[in-house]
């Protein structure tokens, strides 16, 4: 399969890599300021691109089997601003649709999942405000899926409300709308377990037009 990755130097991006080239895709990483980053993988070309840019999408695009998109919400250290994921999620539509590719897979947040009925998570008493605003984009931009995706088989993966460095185990559980925790309430998935998840929707899609959630 070949891989058009947006953000492919971020954490999530490079563990998306490395779980595709395991597996033996191809990759390309698409990056804002190629010349300013490393490839994380030595088979991996990077190569300007904007997500926020249908055209730009498109370009980047033509001739792969998937779009990933693993773009932060936030700014970047080399004083590249914050990216509107809003915007992302209509460009690439619109720019998978120009490319003729069909598969388009986002990674998500954990602030849209709900803790109960109707209630986000975001929403809930005590989640941290340092993460509202980037979890109401994120919340945005799922809706952005939802009304504008038809023409193209996109999934968007949330992870669990605490993702961070970790083991590849392979295993994890998943959810739909609702966040999932442990017997002890927790929600956490690791990087690498994240991107387990991913390539196996990838390679057999079960959640195409549609949000799903991973944690352990």
Known sequence: MKIVLFGATGNIGQRITAEAL?????VTGVVRDPDQV??????VALVQGDATDAESVAK??????????????????????APSLVKAAKSLIAGAKRANVKRLLAVGGAGSLEVAPGKRLMDAPGFPDA????????????????????????????PAAEIGPGERTGKYRTTGDQLLTDASGN????????????????????????RFGVAY
């Open 187 to 210: 929600s956490r998935i690791s990087y690498e377990d994240y991107a387990v998840a991913l390539l196996d929707e990838l390679e057999n899609p079960k959640h195409r037009g549609e």
């Open 60 to 81: 980047v695009a033509r001739g792969a089997d998937a779009i990933v998109s693993a773009i932060s919400p936030r700014p970047n250290a080399r004083g590249l601003g």
């Open 131 to 158: 993460y509202k605003a980037e979890s109401r984009e994120g919340a945005d931009s799922l809706e952005a899926y939802r009304t504008e995706g038809s023409g193209v088989d996109w999934t968007f993966l949330s």
């Open 22 to 26: 395991r597996r033996g895709h191809t």
């Open 38 to 43: 490393k490839s994380p993988d030595s088979r």
